[in-house]
């Protein structure tokens, strides 16, 4: 059984910061983080291969947030910088075995999600 679990939700104000961990028990995998805002489909954010050599960003945030990891510990972190009111959401960890990609189908193991509000 794959857990996979994420930390550092919370709070944070328009134009700010927030970073948020994930943590996947077992092998080390292909990650992603994607996000689900109310009333809206989920969406895929950015992606980083088991080595962390790759990665994948969509477009919308691109160059604002920044997906990394420490194989060491087995986690997995996206830092959000300049957060807007738009990026309020449920973000979610996903585990692949084989993509790094948008494809959400291929991802694995999924976290419960936890909660992003950016206040205006």
């Known amino acids: 059984q794959v857990h996979v679990r994420e930390s550092g939700g919370g709070l944070v104000q328009a134009g700010g910061s927030l970073r948020l961990s994930c943590v996947a028990s077992?092998?080390?995998?292909?990650m992603g983080w994607f996000r689900q805002a109310s009333g809206k489909e989920r969406e895929f954010l950015a992606g980083i291969s088991a080595s962390g050599g790759q990665t994948s960003y969509a477009d919308s945030v691109k160059g604002r947030f920044t997906i990394s990891r420490d194989n060491a510990k087995n986690s997995v972190s996206l830092q959000m910088d300049s957060a807007q009111p738009d990026d309020t959401a449920v973000y979610s960890c996903?585990?692949?075995?084989?993509?790094?990609?948008?494809?959400?189908?291929?991802?694995?193991?999924w976290g419960q999600g936890i909660q992003v509000t950016v206040s205006s």
């Open positions: 996903a585990a692949s075995k084989v993509t790094l990609k948008s494809y959400q189908h291929l991802y694995d193991y």
């Open positions: 077992g092998r080390t995998y292909h």
